[in-house]
């Protein structure tokens, strides 16, 4: 099992980009954004500016991507953490094995700053997040505006 970092000095080549945003779109399954929204997010974390940018994080074994986050610096430490986790998911067919452990404490090792992430209240993997010390020390809130 390797584990691969991309971001603003370790660049993402478009294959790659494409792999990953494929693996994600996949195997996030109902939690799952549009291709264009993953693109979005893995395209802010690897591009080179000042103070932001982020992480993209993956797992892979025998070539087959397993597992991949995708980190987003906030560029606002001084009042909320560094960074927020976007996206994070483990191939469907090596589930249960702890390798969604292992490559989140991958991220958590490579980061530098707080991380915040936003969970389904119904998603199964909030129990992970406890285990890797993660809290809900708050209610979060949003106002939803129509498109139209």
Do not use: W
């Not at 606002?76 to 560094?82: A, K, L, N, V």
């Not at 191939?91 to 490579?110: C, F, S, V």
């Amino acid at each position: 099992m390797n584990f691969t970092t991309y971001d603003a000095f370790n660049r993402i080549t478009p294959i790659e980009m494409s792999r990953v945003i494929k693996f994600l779109h996949t195997h996030l399954e109902q939690y799952s954004d549009a291709e264009s929204a993953i693109q979005k997010a893995i395209a802010y974390a690897v591009k080179e500016r000042a103070g932001l940018g982020g992480y993209v994080f993956t797992m892979e074994d025998n070539g087959e991507i397993i597992g991949a986050v995708v980190i987003n610096k906030t560029g606002m430490e001084e009042y909320i953490p560094e960074n927020i986790l976007v996206y994070i998911a483990t191939h469907k067919a090596h589930r249960g094995k702890g390798l969604g452990e292992k490559l989140l404490q991958y991220a958590i090792d490579n980061c530098k700053g707080d991380i915040a992430l936003h969970v389904e209240k119904d998603n199964p993997a909030i129990f992970l997040y406890e285990k890797l010390g993660f809290t809900n020390p708050y209610l979060e809130m949003r106002l939803k505006r129509n498109k139209n």
